[in-house]
């Protein structure tokens, strides 16, 4: 080993990269030897053997009833409320997918139609990629250890090649983001600092040597000789094996960009001998991502609720092992006989004896245990329920006091409370891993890639993108949604009130209501009007007068079209202002004019037309007003103001001899009634 030279007079992280490697590995080692010298190690390994049931001390899982003491008289008996527990903790934080939710930097219409390309590609990750799953492994984590961590890094090799090299004839693969879990002890930070935010942060993963030996044969025989994980005894989770493995542990060492640091370092290594990469920081930020219910205060460490359960559960399974115990040795009955009495012992077999002798057999009742065992097993339990947060109710076993439905459902609302701060973690974890991976990609993303997307009526379809096409995305925010939601009672209740407001339109999204409790489905037309509007207030602020469809939402239109008239600067622009206006006109002569029928089934209400026909604009004969599609194309009822058909401001209405509005286009009387007035063939009854 080579006496690297370690002084306070240079910063660690700006040394030669095995220099660096050398002092990383001597901090690594300081860090975990300070979490044995204070127990921690020890509590999380006690955790983690706790949660699988693993609560003797002998071989095996301890999933079975052990007989210890000096002469195998003492009967062991583990009830595992201690894993009940952290599971419904662990159930309670993940069971609600959260949605995820990309937010833009602007809000014009290309920034916020990248949000929609973003939160498709978030989904796609979280199902198709599963980093669900990576996720709910770190919560987990959280929950019995105290803190669980993920890691994310981009893999330029990995992907679907997509050309090759000509200069060195290797494929170019689009990349991929990797997704890896890391337990508490297989994290190293400045154990001196008093959060977790820190400067770096070392990592520890397992590979495959021959993995390592084919992408590096440089270093072919030193990564021969390097220990195997199972031959390290210290700081790892794992059962007791003698299975022999290919992995070894390789280091990486991520640095921010820091006044000390300003392009920030990454460094890939195996040992301080062996340093496969160190380059600058490629991330905008550290890539691990922690979750915790709570830090112990001073200190970088997690700590999590069941920390304080676990003594409580050695107490539950000690009591119940006395009670099994006492049942066990004493359960076969005993019978009292005092000496010299005269009594035959095969005089107590079987039934119907008549049994001699000079004093009365008595049975001994050995098997009673103290009524104060149970009711302290009893206090224990509920002690550990209210530790954790956890009720009766959420397991399922309300206590007979709680009968009404709103008793149970304010309880469990208590323990979802108890445990926000967890949730909440939960939250955070995901939004930063969120941003992470929209950020990765928008740094390394640049050959196309396809992802299998979720469309209108959950039709799936294929989406190219690149980095380029999420540009305008900053950072994802999650909605963790409504608690109404996290019910089956709270789920109808939202569906049939919408179902009320008429808001629901088929079938399916009641459907989808009732099972996921999401609006999606319900709100995505009405999104996309909103992006249609948004796109069109744009134009209109470019001089262009956008096309207006008989089956725009035109109210809806209008009231967000004025809102480009509120700055009081754009209202001194005459030629802005006619072209918003003309384009609302649009919107008026479209409820004027399209077919009344057609403009209910879309629930807009017709307007009346103004009394008359509108001219063609050319100053000849009135024109029919068009009141169907029958016969015409569609596109000619797509136009802007001033085109045939829709009148501009100041035309002429059509006026009777003596100046009354007369209705256009009625049908004529038919037979004996075909002479009369028009006005006059309205009054006559069935017509």
Do not use: C
Request: hydrophobic letters at 35%.
């Amino acid at each position: 080993m080579i006496d690297y030279k370690d002084d306070r007079e240079e910063y660690f992280a700006k040394k030669p990269p095995k220099d660096t490697a050398f002092v990383l590995l001597q901090k690594s080692r300081t860090f975990f030897n300070v979490l044995e010298s204070n127990q921690y190690l020890e509590k999380l390994r006690k955790m983690w053997k706790a949660y699988y049931g693993a609560y003797n001390n002998s071989a095996g899982s301890g999933h079975s009833i052990e007989y210890t003491g000096e002469q195998g008289e003492f009967t062991a008996l583990p009830v595992n409320h201690f894993a009940n527990l952290a599971r419904h903790i662990y159930v309670m934080i993940t069971t609600n997918r959260p949605v995820m939710e990309a937010r833009a930097i602007n809000t014009d219409y290309k920034s916020l139609s990248q949000t929609y390309l973003a939160n498709s590609i978030l989904d796609y990750y979280m199902r198709e990629k599963r980093l669900e799953d990576a996720l709910k492994q770190a919560a987990e984590m959280a929950v019995v250890l105290g803190s669980g961590f993920i890691k994310l890094e981009w893999n330029a090799t990995a992907g679907e090649a997509y050309d090759v090299d000509p200069d060195t004839g290797q494929f170019n693969y689009e990349g991929e983001i990797e997704f890896t879990n890391l337990s508490p002890m297989d994290v190293v930070v400045d154990g001196t600092k008093e959060s977790w935010n820190n400067e770096w942060v070392l990592t520890r993963s397992r590979e495959n040597r021959f993995n390592l030996m084919a992408k590096y044969p440089e270093y072919t025989d030193k990564i021969k000789s390097l220990p195997a994980i199972n031959q390290i005894n210290n700081y790892i989770l794992r059962l007791f094996s003698n299975d022999d493995t290919d992995d070894v542990f390789i280091y990486e060492f991520f640095h921010k960009r820091t006044e000390a640091m300003p392009d920030g370092r990454y460094m890939l290594f195996l040992d301080d001998q062996i340093v496969l990469l160190d380059t600058k920081m490629p991330y905008r930020d550290l890539p691990v991502f922690r979750i915790s219910a709570q830090d112990i205060m001073g200190t970088p460490y997690g700590y999590s609720p069941m920390f304080d359960i676990f003594p409580l559960q050695e107490g539950i399974n000690a009591l119940y092992s006395t009670i099994l115990t006492n049942q066990n040795a004493f359960g076969v009955q005993n019978v009292f006989v005092p000496r010299n009495a005269n009594i035959a012992f095969n005089n107590l077999e079987g039934g119907l004896n008549i049994i001699e002798g000079d004093a009365k057999p008595e049975p001994l009742n050995l098997t009673q245990t103290p009524a104060e065992t149970f009711q302290f097993l009893q206090m224990l339990e509920k002690t550990a329920e209210t530790i954790s947060g956890i009720s009766s109710v959420a397991r399922g076993n309300p206590e007979a006091s709680l009968k009404s439905g709103t008793a149970l459902a304010l309880v469990q609302s208590m323990s979802l409370q108890f445990i926000s701060g967890l949730q909440q973690s939960y939250v955070k974890l995901i939004e930063d891993v969120g941003t992470s991976v929209i950020n990765i990609l928008k740094d390394f993303s640049t050959a196309p890639k396809v992802i299998a997307m979720v469309g209108k009526n959950n039709r799936p379809y294929l989406k190219e993108f690149t980095g380029e096409s999420i540009s305008a995305i900053n950072r994802v925010v999650v909605d963790v949604g409504n608690p109404l939601s996290r019910t089956i009672a709270g789920r109808v209740q939202m569906a049939e009130q919408l179902l009320q407001m008429k808001l629901l339109k088929s079938p399916e999204q009641y459907m989808q209501i009732l099972n996921t409790g999401k609006l999606d489905s319900a709100m995505e037309g009405e999104m996309s009007e909103l992006l249609l509007i948004k796109s069109e207030n744009e134009k209109m602020l470019d001089g262009i007068n956008p096309i207006v469809s008989p089956l725009d939402q035109h109210r809806l239109h209008i009231t967000e079209h004025k809102a480009v008239l509120a700055d009081p600067e754009l209202r001194n622009d005459q030629a802005m202002v006619k072209n918003v206006m003309d384009h609302i006109e649009g919107h008026l002569n479209m409820l004027r004019n399209t077919d009344p029928d057609l403009l209910n089934l879309i629930g807009e209400q017709p307007l009346a037309p103004q009394g008359g026909n509108p001219s063609n604009g050319n100053g000849g004969a009135p024109q029919p007003t068009q009141r169907s599609l029958n016969g015409s194309p569609m596109g000619e009822m797509m136009a802007s103001p001033g085109a045939q058909g829709n009148p501009m401001p100041g035309d002429q209405i059509q006026t009777g001899s003596q100046g009354a509005q007369t209705l256009p286009n009625l049908p004529k009387p038919p037979g004996e009634f075909a002479n009369l007035p028009v006005t006059a063939a309205q009054q006559i009854p069935g017509q």
